[in-house]
């Protein structure tokens, strides 16, 4: 039963650039939320997608945004990436986008800007 | 004041002993609960969940809720070393989908 993989592990880019990165949700899950964990801080809510909409999002600006595919998984792309863009991105994926089920998190991926 | 609130610690205990993480919510209305463990530069790892008022418990771990004081914990009975990270408590936001508000995290740290 595979979990939650995101790619790519690691990431560096320069100030400017654009990113995308990937998640695929744990099997049998619909539901896929993006978070942002900056270095020694608790993870931040991004966005959440669900039947390939983006059903809530967080304070973030619009140089952040993302798609769900049919077969659940997502990306998030971040636009004019700024040196503040430098965090951790989790991916958590769940059952149901509207409801209790636990989200369970992917390994990351680490982007840092240059 | 913040929507979830825990101590940042370092919470130190012996090995053996019992671990107990405490966290407060503002939202009244919240209804789930979880409990992650991070390693240091590692993902969140799902350890509990509790929706209802009461002790869940799951192992070594006991999940408590107390709704009308808005406060939830966690307790680790027989401590290890391998217990120590950070823990943190989230909440599901209200008013619809799944959005998880953390708290700061408490850092745990199991001495042999």
């Known amino acids: 039963d595979a979990g939650v993989t995101q790619s790519p592990t690691h990431l560096i880019k320069t100030r400017g650039q654009q990113v995308t990165l990937r998640c695929s949700p744990k099997?049998?899950?619909?539901?896929v939320s993006w978070y942002q964990q900056a270095l020694g801080q608790e993870p931040q809510f991004i966005f959440q997608y669900y039947e390939e909409e983006e059903r809530q999002r967080g304070n973030f600006p619009d140089r952040f945004s993302g798609h769900q595919f049919p077969n659940y998984s997502s990306e998030l792309n971040v636009n004019a990436l700024l040196l503040g863009d430098s965090a951790l991105y989790l991916c958590?994926?769940?059952?149901?986008?509207?409801?209790?089920?636990?989200?369970?998190f992917g390994d990351g991926t680490r982007l840092s800007i240059l | 004041q913040k929507e979830v609130e825990q101590n940042s610690g370092p919470l130190s205990v012996p090995e053996g002993a019992i671990a107990s993480l405490n966290c407060t919510y503002s939202?009244?209305?919240?209804?789930?609960f979880f409990w992650y463990r991070q390693y240091s530069g590692k993902s969140p790892e799902l350890i509990m969940f509790?929706?209802?008022?009461g002790d869940k418990e799951d192992g070594r771990f006991t999940a408590q809720l107390n709704k009308a004081s808005q406060y939830v914990s966690l307790l680790i009975r027989d401590s290890q070393p391998s217990d120590s990270a950070t823990y943190l408590c989230a909440v599901k936001g209200t008013g619809g989908y799944n959005k998880l508000i953390f708290g700061a995290g408490t850092r745990l740290a199991v001495h042999p």
């Open positions: 958590a994926s769940s059952l149901g986008g509207y409801g209790n089920q636990p989200q369970h």
């Open positions: 939202d009244r209305g919240s209804q789930s």
């Open positions: 509790i929706y209802s008022n």
């Open positions: 099997s049998g899950h619909d539901t």
